[in-house]
């Protein structure tokens, strides 16, 4: 089993400000065997993100951002490079291992919710940390402060289809957050979400980035919400355009 990877640990540099490095890639690839081809999405892909920063990644459809959060999120293996996180390199972990990291280290945000349907708010956020192993009872009491703090206190026992498109991505917020991740992937989060919906989500991802620390690196399209993020970079062609 993995140990714990703790904010302790030696890390691959530091930011101005003497930030931790949370994430260090260099050199990433990952290639797909396509029609008997071989199809490059990221070509030797460097990045860099500090500890208690909120970054957006833009660019057009299929220049790898989607790919690059699957494989900083431990949900695929990159074909080539390295990423170290917390200064502890990711390679070599076995399968299982990888899955203890997402559960207990990442949190995740997709632009399609994928909250299960049968489930209310409340039982969808719990899902992460019983699979982790925690006790229903404690993981309750943080799952509801977190959709409490999300705002929908009164909406804590609906099901998905009992919720708008905007309540829906704040549940999937919560159940990010529940096992406490150090770093938030989130891919095109407010992507099917009218404009006023859009900005009330990145507004409570950015009031959780500040309260609490927590790290996030957003894909998205949105280039208002994009400017309104730390930092910004630009992925072209498989690589972040250092312009």
């Known amino acids: 089993m993995v140990e714990p990877i703790s904010g302790e640990a030696a890390v691959a540099g530091q930011a101005v400000d003497n930030k931790e490095v949370i994430v260090s890639v260099r050199a990433l690839e990952k290639s797909y065997r396509m029609g008997g081809g071989l199809v490059r999405v990221l070509r030797g892909l460097d990045l860099e993100i500090h500890a208690g920063e909120i970054v957006a990644v833009t660019g057009a459809s299929g220049a ?26 990711m390679s070599g ?5 990888m ?21 209310s708010a409340l ?15 404690e993981v309750e009491v943080r799952a509801r402060h977190l959709i409490e703090r999300v705002g929908l206190k009164k909406r804590i026992h609906h099901r998905p289809s009992e919720l708008s498109g905007g309540e829906q991505q704040r549940v999937a917020i919560a159940r ?22 859009a900005s009330l989500v990145f507004e409570l991802m950015k009031e959780i980035n500040h309260s609490d620390g927590v790290t996030f690196l957003v894909a998205t399209h949105n280039v208002e919400i994009a400017k309104r993020m730390d930092r910004q970079t630009v992925m072209v062609d498989g690589r972040i355009d250092a312009k």
């Open 64 to 89: 790898g951002k989607s790919t690059l959060l699957h494989i900083l999120g431990a949900l695929e293996r990159p074909s080539g490079g390295e990423i170290r996180y917390k200064g502890n390199s």
């Open 93 to 97: 972990l076995s399968d299982a291992e």
């Open 99 to 119: 899955a203890l990291f997402r559960n207990r280290e990442i949190g995740f945000i997709f632009q399609f919710h994928h909250l299960l349907p049968e489930f």
């Open 123 to 137: 039982e969808n956020v719990t899902i992460p940390g019983m699979l982790g192993g925690e006790s229903r009872r």
């Open 176 to 197: 990010a957050l529940v096992n406490r991740p150090s770093l938030v992937l989130a891919d095109e989060p407010t992507g099917n979400l009218d404009s006023e919906a």
